[in-house]
């Protein structure tokens, strides 16, 4: 049946992938029911403890600005314009991470993003969200989803035709539809987790918490085999992350009480300990979170179900990307309603055009985690890196470092900017010379460029 303005739509999950695109379906006219296991987030309060803070990039500013929503969410955002680099000296060095005044991310919150999402889904008479119903199972051959309203304690349910389980990481969909046979799913954990923490505001009597780091860049301290990130919130706190092996010398597992917590924190995160007068209490009470990449296919059941966002292609968060390529298959999957007659032609070509940019953003995100807890002190890394961005000033368009393709050209797929970085640190190898760092050839550099780069 070919998707019209009127039909009624399923959405599993109401996070920030199933309610944006909640939004850009009641603009075109559908009308959407907007499913959630949890409590109404906007009532219940954020769950403190499981979440990185989140990363915007121009990807994701295109999907918003294409669901009506930037001015709404502007407010939420605190520009980073680079990396803050912690040395275990307690050096910093600031790393931009572009050269123009627009080539910034955003810090946001998680959760004050996914409110004003749903509170802008609701906005549109045509979507009913209901929370406290937990998705059971997917049955393609029934033509069924099958819930179980929390509140009720009772069961119910709807038809398939047509489904967007956006229900993240865990999805049930997902799961339902791999016991049965319909789908193959796979994840690759890495083996490192993760635990969040807080670097305190600055607080007087009378005045408002102020931050007590640099506000405008994401503070990383590199270890070598782990490293501990600060992200800025708007209440002058910082949302802190550390990243750890599971087991070995410097693991969670060898952190076997609040002494061994200390220790760690003060021989490798001194400057940030003292920023952090909850240090063990959180590390006690948080929970300490798990990371991986997730492989699926096929993404859909014919023109019955849908996954998109994390529920089709979670990856790690070291490139900033999970949301925003959430964001980006809203996008494309809007751009795509006009193009097909079917649902299951849709959904055929969304996956067809997704899959290799997602897998190009699941590999370079791994890669960036090598790059943010050790390469970023490299000396080869930093010349490199400073000759990439010479290069981009004398060749604009032809020559973008791989992190500005992903981050600020939402017009360049994840696919091509893998391909073209790959292509452009050859050239950075060739003319690089670590004897004569200042001796570079850039008529030969031209060369290189006009023929490898088209």
Request: with cysteine; aromatic share 8%.
């Amino acid at each position: 049946m070919k998707p019209r303005a009127g039909e009624r739509t399923t959405i599993v999950g109401a996070g920030l992938a199933g309610a944006l695109l909640a939004v850009l379906l009641a603009r075109r006219g559908f009308a959407v029911d907007l499913y959630d296991r949890r409590p109404d987030p906007r009532r219940a309060g954020s769950e403190r403890g499981r979440s990185i803070n989140l990363a915007l990039a121009a990807r994701g500013i295109a999907a918003l600005e294409r669901a009506g929503m930037m001015g709404r969410i502007r407010p939420l955002l605190i520009p980073m314009r680079g990396r803050m680099i912690h040395s275990p000296a307690g050096d910093t060095q600031l790393q931009p991470y572009g050269q123009r005044q627009e080539e910034v991310i955003y810090s946001v919150s998680r959760a004050d993003l996914n409110r004003a999402l749903i509170d802008e889904a609701q906005l549109h008479p045509q979507v009913r969200v209901r929370f406290r119903q937990t998705c059971l199972a997917a049955l393609p051959e029934a033509g069924m989803l099958r819930f179980r309203d929390e509140d009720a304690d009772s069961e119910f349910t709807v038809p398939i035709a047509p489904t967007f389980a956006a229900d993240g990481t865990g999805s049930a969909i997902r799961s339902s539809l791999a016991r049965s046979g319909h789908i193959s799913a796979r994840e690759e954990r890495l083996d490192h987790d993760y635990k969040e923490l807080t670097i305190a505001a600055r607080c007087a009597r009378h005045e408002a918490g102020r931050h007590v780091l640099e506000p405008h860049a994401l503070h990383i301290w590199p270890r070598g085999g782990f490293m501990l990130i600060a992200l800025p919130n708007t209440d002058g706190s910082f949302t802190a992350t550390l990243f750890l092996a599971r087991s070995g010398a410097d693991s969670f597992d060898s952190l076997t009480g609040p002494e061994q917590v200390q220790t760690l924190f003060q021989t490798q995160f001194s400057d940030a300990a003292r920023l952090m007068p909850n240090l063990l209490e959180e590390f006690a009470a948080h929970p300490r979170g798990q990371l991986g990449t997730l492989y699926t296919r096929p993404w859909h059941i014919g023109g019955q179900v849908l996954l998109l966002g994390d529920a089709a292609h979670a990856i790690v968060p070291f490139h900033g990307q999970g949301m925003n390529a959430a964001f980006e298959d809203c996008l494309v999957l809007d751009s795509l309603l006009d193009r097909h007659d079917t649902w299951a032609a849709l959904f055929a070509e969304f996956e067809r055009s997704r899959l290799p940019n997602t897998a190009a953003i699941a590999r370079m995100a791994l890669e960036n985690y090598i790059e943010m807890r050790d390469t970023v002190r490299d000396q080869t890394y930093l010349r490199r890196k400073a000759l990439a961005m010479e290069l981009e000033r004398r060749f604009p368009g032809r020559f973008i470092p791989r992190y500005s393709m992903v981050m600020f050209h939402p017009e360049i797929s994840y696919a091509e900017a893998l391909r073209r970085g790959t292509v452009q640190e050859g050239i950075l190898a060739e003319l690089d010379d670590p004897q004569a760092p200042g001796a570079v050839d850039f008529a030969r550099a031209q060369t290189l460029i006009a023929q490898r780069l088209p």
